[in-house]
């Protein structure tokens, strides 16, 4: 799996791991996912559809919490090379850097990417500190 390796280099070094514990934090990694919620052929990913999805797919997989966003996404679509902008949600989790971590944020994206017809379903992975 390519993520695992992403995901092990997040480890931060000792001084980073001294921070943490200065602050009453500890070592954990934020994951962004990005979905985009229009279809190739127009039809939008619904406010339905994504409840559903987020109830069946994500919370089970990150049952400890997770933050959603709304937002406007920007991208060049890969088959027409236009920029096309589109409605977007964001979810931002804040868990350990674990090898189980990588593959349920895989199987997220492959079910996504299935289910809407997405091309991608961007991640972005910040090594950092935290306490709940």
Known sequence: MVLAPVLADCAAPDEAAMTCTRFGTHEQMTATL???????????????????????????RFPDGLSILAAHGQWRDRT???VT??????V???????????ARLAA????YRARFDQQSVGLVITPGCASF
């Not at 997220?108 to 079910?111: L, V």
């Open 34 to 60: 990005m979905f985009g919620l229009s279809r190739p052929d127009g039809r939008p990913v619904t406010d339905d559809d994504w409840a559903g999805f987020l109830a069946r797919s994500v919370t089970p």
């Open 80 to 82: 027409s090379g236009l």
């Open 85 to 90: 902008g589109e409605e977007s949600r964001l």
């Open 92 to 102: 931002q989790i804040v868990t350990e850097p674990t090898p189980e971590v990588a």
């Open 108 to 111: 997220i994206r492959a079910e």
